[in-house]
């Protein structure tokens, strides 16, 4: 998670609030899919 903080700050930083919002909506969506298998399984 630290890693993904930072890459979050390095693209704000570049004021491409955009493409880090869509860099966290992934990853958060990956973690819940992997949830959700972790849980059915």
Same mark, same amino acid.
């Given at each position: ?25 992934? #990853?958060? #969506? ?9 849980? #059915?399984?």
């Amino acid at each position: 998670m630290l890693l993904l903080c930072y890459v979050t700050k390095e693209v704000a930083m570049e004021h491409d609030l955009k493409f880090a919002l869509v860099i966290v909506a992934i #990853t958060f #969506t990956a973690l819940i899919s992997f949830g959700v298998i972790a849980i #059915t399984h």
